[in-house]
T-cell receptor, first 115, second 111 residues
Framework: EPEVTQTPSHQVTQMGQEVILRCVPISNHLYFYWYRQILGQKVEFLVSFYNNEISEKSEIFDDQFSVERPDGSNFTLKIRSTKLEDSAMYFC?????????????FGPGTRLTVL | DAKTTQPNSMESNEEEPVHLPCNHS???????IHWYRQLPSQGPEYVIH???SNVNNRMASLAIAEDRKSSTLILHRATLRDAAVYYC????????????FGQGTRLTINP
Protein backbone atom coordinates (compact mmCIF):
# COMPACT_ATOMS: atom_id res chain seq x y z
CA GLU A 1 0.00 0.00 0.00
CA PRO A 2 1.41 3.44 -0.89
CA GLU A 3 2.54 5.52 2.05
CA VAL A 4 3.96 8.91 2.89
CA THR A 5 7.59 8.81 3.96
CA GLN A 6 9.58 11.39 5.91
CA THR A 7 13.26 11.92 6.54
CA PRO A 8 15.02 12.17 8.85
CA SER A 9 13.12 10.46 11.62
CA HIS A 10 14.93 12.58 14.19
CA GLN A 11 16.77 15.86 13.67
CA VAL A 12 18.77 17.61 16.37
CA THR A 13 19.89 21.16 15.72
CA GLN A 14 21.21 24.21 17.50
CA MET A 15 19.03 27.26 17.99
CA GLY A 16 19.40 29.65 15.08
CA GLN A 17 20.32 26.97 12.56
CA GLU A 18 18.34 26.19 9.44
CA VAL A 19 16.67 22.82 9.06
CA ILE A 20 14.97 21.15 6.14
CA LEU A 21 12.48 18.40 6.76
CA ARG A 22 11.73 16.16 3.82
CA CYS A 23 8.65 14.28 2.76
CA VAL A 24 7.76 12.05 -0.14
CA PRO A 25 3.98 12.16 -0.58
CA ILE A 26 1.96 9.41 -2.22
CA SER A 27 2.73 9.61 -5.90
CA ASN A 28 -0.65 10.49 -7.42
CA HIS A 29 -1.66 12.92 -4.70
CA LEU A 30 -2.08 16.58 -5.44
CA TYR A 31 -2.43 18.30 -2.07
CA PHE A 32 0.31 18.38 0.51
CA TYR A 33 0.31 19.46 4.12
CA TRP A 34 2.54 20.01 7.11
CA TYR A 35 1.33 19.67 10.67
CA ARG A 36 3.23 19.77 13.92
CA GLN A 37 2.68 18.36 17.38
CA ILE A 38 4.51 19.73 20.36
CA LEU A 39 5.02 17.04 22.99
CA GLY A 40 1.81 16.44 24.91
CA GLN A 41 -0.20 18.88 22.80
CA LYS A 42 -2.62 18.82 19.89
CA VAL A 43 -1.72 18.22 16.29
CA GLU A 44 -1.65 21.68 14.66
CA PHE A 45 -2.02 22.58 11.01
CA LEU A 46 0.85 24.58 9.52
CA VAL A 47 0.35 24.82 5.78
CA SER A 48 -1.29 23.28 2.74
CA PHE A 49 0.18 23.32 -0.76
CA TYR A 50 -1.33 22.74 -4.16
CA ASN A 51 -0.24 23.44 -7.70
CA ASN A 52 3.12 24.74 -6.54
CA GLU A 53 1.77 27.34 -4.21
CA ILE A 54 0.53 27.68 -0.67
CA SER A 55 -3.23 27.18 -0.41
CA GLU A 56 -3.60 28.03 3.25
CA LYS A 57 -1.32 28.66 6.20
CA SER A 58 -1.80 29.04 9.91
CA GLU A 59 -0.56 31.80 12.20
CA ILE A 60 2.27 29.48 13.25
CA PHE A 61 3.61 29.46 9.69
CA ASP A 62 5.44 32.77 9.82
CA ASP A 63 8.33 34.12 7.74
CA GLN A 64 10.71 31.64 9.29
CA PHE A 65 8.92 28.79 7.56
CA SER A 66 8.81 27.93 3.89
CA VAL A 67 7.70 24.97 1.80
CA GLU A 68 8.83 23.76 -1.56
CA ARG A 69 8.23 20.97 -4.00
CA PRO A 70 11.66 20.95 -5.63
CA ASP A 71 10.93 18.03 -7.94
CA GLY A 72 8.08 15.70 -8.79
CA SER A 73 8.35 13.67 -5.63
CA ASN A 74 9.68 15.60 -2.65
CA PHE A 75 7.92 18.13 -0.47
CA THR A 76 10.05 20.04 2.01
CA LEU A 77 9.55 22.24 5.05
CA LYS A 78 12.35 24.67 5.84
CA ILE A 79 12.75 26.51 9.09
CA ARG A 80 15.26 29.31 8.54
CA SER A 81 16.40 30.07 12.07
CA THR A 82 15.15 27.54 14.55
CA LYS A 83 13.93 28.47 18.01
CA LEU A 84 13.62 26.31 21.09
CA GLU A 85 9.84 26.36 20.70
CA ASP A 86 10.11 24.77 17.26
CA SER A 87 10.92 21.48 18.95
CA ALA A 88 8.07 19.17 17.96
CA MET A 89 7.02 16.27 15.78
CA TYR A 90 6.43 17.43 12.24
CA PHE A 91 4.02 15.42 10.14
CA CYS A 92 3.67 15.60 6.41
CA UNK A 93 0.39 14.53 4.80
CA UNK A 94 -0.94 14.23 1.31
CA UNK A 95 -4.34 13.78 -0.27
CA UNK A 96 -5.99 13.21 -3.59
CA UNK A 97 -9.08 15.25 -2.90
CA UNK A 98 -12.34 14.19 -4.35
CA UNK A 99 -15.72 15.53 -3.47
CA UNK A 100 -16.67 14.19 -0.04
CA UNK A 101 -13.57 12.08 0.39
CA UNK A 102 -10.55 14.20 1.14
CA UNK A 103 -8.71 11.61 3.17
CA UNK A 104 -5.31 12.78 4.29
CA UNK A 105 -2.52 10.25 4.60
CA PHE A 106 0.13 11.08 7.16
CA GLY A 107 3.78 10.18 7.32
CA PRO A 108 5.47 8.82 10.44
CA GLY A 109 6.84 12.23 11.37
CA THR A 110 10.19 13.88 12.00
CA ARG A 111 11.06 14.65 15.57
CA LEU A 112 12.85 18.01 15.65
CA THR A 113 14.84 18.85 18.73
CA VAL A 114 16.24 22.37 19.01
CA LEU A 115 18.96 22.83 21.61
CA ASP B 1 -14.37 25.66 12.51
CA ALA B 2 -16.99 23.58 14.31
CA LYS B 3 -16.19 22.95 17.97
CA THR B 4 -16.08 19.34 19.15
CA THR B 5 -16.30 17.78 22.59
CA GLN B 6 -14.92 14.34 23.30
CA PRO B 7 -14.17 12.53 26.56
CA ASN B 8 -10.51 12.86 27.50
CA SER B 9 -10.12 9.14 28.00
CA MET B 10 -11.93 5.83 27.80
CA GLU B 11 -11.04 2.31 28.68
CA SER B 12 -12.28 -1.00 27.35
CA ASN B 13 -11.38 -4.66 27.28
CA GLU B 14 -9.97 -6.57 24.38
CA GLU B 15 -12.55 -8.13 22.06
CA GLU B 16 -15.36 -5.99 23.43
CA PRO B 17 -17.15 -3.24 21.50
CA VAL B 18 -16.16 0.36 22.10
CA HIS B 19 -18.35 3.40 21.54
CA LEU B 20 -16.48 6.68 21.27
CA PRO B 21 -18.80 9.71 21.42
CA CYS B 22 -18.31 13.15 19.94
CA ASN B 23 -20.47 16.25 20.25
CA HIS B 24 -20.30 18.75 17.39
CA SER B 25 -23.33 20.91 17.99
CA UNK B 26 -22.05 23.80 15.82
CA UNK B 27 -21.47 21.65 12.76
CA UNK B 28 -22.59 23.23 9.49
CA UNK B 29 -25.02 21.54 7.15
CA UNK B 30 -22.32 20.61 4.64
CA UNK B 31 -19.61 19.50 7.06
CA UNK B 32 -18.63 15.88 6.97
CA ILE B 33 -17.63 14.17 10.20
CA HIS B 34 -14.18 12.65 9.94
CA TRP B 35 -12.54 10.39 12.46
CA TYR B 36 -8.80 9.95 12.65
CA ARG B 37 -6.70 8.16 15.22
CA GLN B 38 -3.11 8.43 16.34
CA LEU B 39 -1.38 5.30 17.51
CA PRO B 40 1.51 5.78 19.94
CA SER B 41 4.53 7.42 18.29
CA GLN B 42 2.86 7.51 14.87
CA GLY B 43 1.21 10.03 12.61
CA PRO B 44 -2.57 10.38 12.50
CA GLU B 45 -4.46 7.76 10.51
CA TYR B 46 -7.84 8.05 8.80
CA VAL B 47 -10.56 5.86 10.27
CA ILE B 48 -13.92 6.77 8.73
CA HIS B 49 -16.11 9.68 7.71
CA UNK B 50 -19.79 10.37 7.02
CA UNK B 51 -22.38 13.06 6.42
CA UNK B 52 -25.83 11.92 7.52
CA SER B 53 -26.15 8.20 7.18
CA ASN B 54 -24.42 5.62 9.31
CA VAL B 55 -21.26 4.31 7.67
CA ASN B 56 -19.30 1.10 7.94
CA ASN B 57 -15.83 0.15 6.78
CA ARG B 58 -13.33 -2.52 7.67
CA MET B 59 -12.00 -0.52 10.60
CA ALA B 60 -15.13 0.82 12.29
CA SER B 61 -18.71 2.04 12.08
CA LEU B 62 -19.90 5.60 12.41
CA ALA B 63 -23.31 6.36 13.82
CA ILE B 64 -24.50 9.92 13.20
CA ALA B 65 -27.36 11.42 15.17
CA GLU B 66 -30.37 12.53 13.19
CA ASP B 67 -29.75 16.19 14.10
CA ARG B 68 -26.04 15.73 13.28
CA LYS B 69 -25.01 17.37 16.54
CA SER B 70 -23.25 14.23 17.70
CA SER B 71 -21.74 11.05 16.37
CA THR B 72 -20.33 7.82 17.75
CA LEU B 73 -17.40 5.84 16.45
CA ILE B 74 -17.90 2.14 17.05
CA LEU B 75 -15.11 -0.39 17.19
CA HIS B 76 -16.92 -3.70 17.12
CA ARG B 77 -14.21 -5.85 18.70
CA ALA B 78 -11.37 -3.85 20.12
CA THR B 79 -7.86 -5.21 19.92
CA LEU B 80 -4.73 -4.03 21.70
CA ARG B 81 -3.71 -2.38 18.46
CA ASP B 82 -6.73 -0.06 18.70
CA ALA B 83 -5.20 1.72 21.68
CA ALA B 84 -4.80 5.25 20.37
CA VAL B 85 -6.06 8.81 20.58
CA TYR B 86 -9.24 9.17 18.50
CA TYR B 87 -10.16 12.50 16.96
CA CYS B 88 -13.53 13.58 15.62
CA UNK B 89 -13.07 16.37 13.06
CA UNK B 90 -15.89 18.13 11.21
CA UNK B 91 -14.76 19.25 7.78
CA UNK B 92 -16.17 21.37 4.99
CA UNK B 93 -17.15 19.78 1.75
CA UNK B 94 -14.84 21.86 -0.43
CA UNK B 95 -12.08 19.52 -1.43
CA UNK B 96 -8.79 19.63 0.41
CA UNK B 97 -9.19 21.22 3.80
CA UNK B 98 -6.93 21.50 6.80
CA UNK B 99 -7.76 19.14 9.62
CA UNK B 100 -8.40 20.87 12.94
CA PHE B 101 -7.49 18.43 15.67
CA GLY B 102 -8.89 18.73 19.18
CA GLN B 103 -7.54 16.88 22.19
CA GLY B 104 -9.32 13.67 21.20
CA THR B 105 -10.14 10.64 23.32
CA ARG B 106 -7.31 8.46 24.56
CA LEU B 107 -8.55 4.88 24.33
CA THR B 108 -6.91 2.27 26.51
CA ILE B 109 -7.54 -1.41 25.79
CA ASN B 110 -7.05 -3.90 28.57
CA PRO B 111 -5.94 -7.43 27.67
Amino acid sequence: EPEVTQTPSHQVTQMGQEVILRCVPISNHLYFYWYRQILGQKVEFLVSFYNNEISEKSEIFDDQFSVERPDGSNFTLKIRSTKLEDSAMYFCASSEPRRHTDTQYFGPGTRLTVL
Amino acid sequence: DAKTTQPNSMESNEEEPVHLPCNHSTISGTDYIHWYRQLPSQGPEYVIHGLTSNVNNRMASLAIAEDRKSSTLILHRATLRDAAVYYCIPGEDQGAQKLVFGQGTRLTINP
